[in-house]
């Protein structure tokens, strides 16, 4: 039986894999199995493309086999297949849709055994925001400030504090308190771009599925709380300017 594995990575964009198998649960196994493989031999790579089993949203079978594939505009697919001998291939084409390019790749084979394809639709648009951006967006509004920083400090309260995850939940309430202090102009010692990328660190940490962190302190795509933890890092040294000066000014 044929099926389709769905995904959806890290910036909301889809990955479809079709591959034979005896169930639903044999199908996901097996397309993250051979996509881990294809991942560590590097021919799937870029963060976006690091999926796992919280990426996958669907399986179904493909129940007609014989119909026509398709029409209208041509879009732009790469397809990476492997074969029953671990054997890879990665293709490009333009198809009207995803099963057509499936259908016109394994003409181009000849066959459709023993293969598992993914594809990949290069001409979706990232449907998450840059939280550089919505970091400036969400500073311009005293309103939108408040509540993402009130967001920030309830979402500390719920991390465990044993380990390294003790000092992140002592110092965001901080963080959050320097930002509010600068926004209301009774904090001034801070770059406007040092602001900025804490802001954008703050809204990663209370939504990290609808935001990508771009550019925050030189950090890629990681967890929420990682890039929590590495931004407090960096900013510990302002942190601790700020500790002083509401020391003397209570």
């Known amino acids: 039986m ?14 479809q894999c079709v591959l034979f198998s005896n169930n639903q649960e044999a199908a996901k196994v097996r397309s993250l199995q051979l996509y881990r493989r294809l991942r560590e031999k590097q021919v799937i790579t870029g963060e976006k493309f690091n999926a796992d089993g919280k990426s996958i949203v669907s399986v179904q079978k493909w129940n007609v086999d014989n119909q026509v594939m398709g029409s209208g505009s041509l879009k732009p697919y790469t397809l990476v297949a492997v074969d029953a001998k671990g054997q890879d291939i990665t293709v490009q084409l333009r198809s009207p849709g995803f099963k057509s390019a499936y259908k016109q790749f394994v003409q181009q084979i000849g066959t459709a055994a023993g293969i598992t394809v993914y594809i990949y639709d290069t001409s979706q648009k990232s449907k998450v925001k840059s939280s550089t951006n919505e970091a400036k967006r969400v500073l311009q509004s005293k309103k939108l400030t408040t509540q993402t920083l009130q967001k920030a400090c309830e979402k500390s309260k719920e991390i465990k504090t044993n380990g390294s995850d003790f000092d992140v939940v002592e110092d965001i309430p901080l963080l959050c308190n320097m930002i509010y ?11 406007l771009r040092t602001v900025i990328g804490a802001t954008a660190a703050i809204l990663y940490f209370v939504s990290p599925l609808d935001l990508i962190p771009d550019g925050l302190f030189g950090v890629g795509l990681a967890d929420d709380v990682a890039v929590m933890r590495y931004a407090l890092k960096c900013l510990h040294t302002d942190l601790e300017e700020y500790r002083n000066w509401r020391a003397e000014n209570s």
């Open 181 to 191: 202090d600068y926004c209301k102009g009774n904090y001034r010692e801070l770059p």
């Open 2 to 15: 044929k099926y389709i594995v769905e995904f959806v990575l890290r910036d909301k964009t889809k990955m």
